[in-house]
């Protein structure tokens, strides 16, 4: 070979290095009890500090609150315990139900743990990376750590790879599911599709029973199905109270009930998260003065 092109060759190879993805590694993973999966750099970002409202404040879903805290203090105390998904209303408490959950767990004599030291830990992976599922899960299997994966907002608008991806992953596949790991999400669809298409598939299929199975098998891997419902007005007024007390907020009832109502008809809804949102305006509103 020509010893001009050595240095050429040796540069080559170096840029190409830089280019290709790290491998994947858990570096890190008790430095935090809370984290972002990040696919393309096969690397969990710690997250210090997870935004979350405490379960004690959240209104009108007692039910789905005593299940679900039941599910994962099950798991992590190494109990069996079930993948969930929170479906149904926008703004009723589902994903900070289980930001809540995963908080509680962790907590020592009611105060939040050292990080890196809770019994669980949480994994946020986007609903986009579901395909890079099989990687994650063969770099938990193997730690000492339990992990809940949480995909929020998870949708899907055909049967795609990412369908796939996750289908396999509930199955648990020839490996099985790792012990140490659990599944939660949360979506706006009890199915996780379209009701159109589910119609569709349906009216077109030569046996519609299996063809409406086939869409509806991702969510039936689900253990448990925590379903939230619209808000009704006394609810609605329970969460604004809770807020409030919480925040000691200087306001009488009828006042706060008034201004509250007022809110939620500018937004047209009530919810969990609009009655939140008031809260954080009247907050404001009132430190200001």
């Known amino acids: 070979m020509n010893q001009t092109l050595l240095p050429a060759l040796d540069r080559i190879a170096a840029a190409l290095e830089r280019l290709s993805p790290p491998p994947a590694t858990l570096e890190g993973v008790d430095t935090a009890d809370a984290f972002v999966w990040l696919p393309e750099r096969g690397r969990l970002l710690p997250i210090p500090h997870v935004a979350h409202v405490s379960v004690d404040l959240l209104q009108g879903i007692d039910l789905q609150r005593r299940i679900l805290l039941e599910n994962t203090r099950h798991f992590a105390h190494g109990l069996p315990a079930n993948n969930a998904m929170l479906w149904g209303a926008r703004g009723m408490g589902k994903s900070s139900l289980v930001k809540g959950a995963h908080a509680l767990v962790n907590q020592v004599d009611g105060k939040p743990c050292t990080p890196g030291k809770g019994l669980v830990a949480l994994i946020e992976i986007q609903r986009e990376d579901l395909t890079s599922l099989p990687l994650l899960l063969s770099l938990l299997r193997e730690n000492h750590r339990r992990f809940i994966l949480f995909c929020d907002d998870l949708s899907f608008e055909k ?84 807020y409030a007390h919480a925040r000691n907020l200087p306001i009488a009832g009828d006042a706060l009930l008034a201004r509250a109502n007022e809110w939620a008809i500018t937004r047209g809804s009530r919810s969990g998260r609009v009655a939140y949102q008031f809260i954080e305006a009247l907050t404001a509103e009132l430190a200001a003065h």
């Open 159 to 242: 049967e795609d790879r990412d369908y796939k991806a996750l289908k396999s992953v509930l199955d648990g596949g020839i490996a099985g599911r790792p012990e140490n790991v659990l599944f939660y999400a949360t979506s706006n669809r009890r199915h996780l599709m379209p009701r159109d298409m589910i119609e569709n598939e349906r009216a077109t299929a030569i046996n519609p029973s299996e063809a409406t199975e086939e869409k509806v098998s991702l969510s039936d891997r689900f253990g448990l199905w925590l379903g939230f419902h619209a808000c009704e007005q006394d609810t609605y007024a329970d969460m604004v109270k809770t």
